[in-house]
């Protein structure tokens, strides 16, 4: 197998709808570690290492639940996230697997 069809990654969408957080950019946190920005209405590809992970979403005062992820070599796992039902801390954010 090629090194870019081993090639491991976690691809995160953002709701486009709702008013709450829609100028603000949600943290991308894998494994503790703000890797990147996201933006309302948008999608990013991270690469990853293949193995287990944590992935949560942050913004000051509220974030997501955390979701543990086994990915295989050349897995792409797609997470959905949008506005949660919480005002503060977890559940501010809601992630899922799609």
Known sequence: MSAEKAR???VVSRD???WRDRARSYDVVIDGEQVAKIKRGRRIELPITSGRHEILMRINWGMSQSIQLDILPGESIQLFCTTGSS???KGYISL???
Request: no cysteine.
């Open 8 to 10: 491991s990654s976690i």
């Open 87 to 89: 005002q503060r801390g």
């Open 16 to 18: 486009q709808r709702g």
């Open 96 to 98: 899922s697997r799609v």
